[in-house]
């Protein structure tokens, strides 16, 4: 994802192609990269994994994403758990 979000009133996200994600340097921006890992955990089990990094483009953007961490950051582990309950009931649903 690249986009403004550094606040409540300035949600913006860009659309771009893979290819530009790591060169996209216009300030004002964040960027964020999301991976998932599925590994098998015992014989009928498997266990998701998450890693979340971001980047902005500007020292500007960088003083208000860790403003804006500051108020989110805490919530950040609830939202990525609840992203992981939703992946395992959509999984336990399609088997």
Same mark, same amino acid.
């Given at each position: 994802m690249i986009?403004?979000?550094?606040? #409540?009133?300035?949600l913006e996200f860009r659309r771009f192609q893979?290819?530009?994600f790591a060169g996209f340097t216009e300030p004002? *921006?964040?960027k964020v990269a999301v991976g998932f890992?599925? !590994? #098998?955990?015992?014989?009928?089990?498997?266990l998701l994994c998450t890693e979340t990094r971001t980047a902005t483009t500007d020292p500007v953007s960088a003083r208000r994403f860790?403003? *804006? +961490?500051a108020v989110i950051g805490p919530f950040a582990g609830y939202i990525m758990r609840? +992203? !992981?309950t939703l992946a395992k009931q959509h999984a336990e649903h399609r088997s």
């Open positions: 986009g403004k979000f550094m606040s #409540p009133t300035q893979a290819a530009e004002g *921006y964040g890992l599925v !590994l #098998p955990y015992g014989a009928t089990r498997s860790r403003r *804006y +961490w609840h +992203w !992981l």
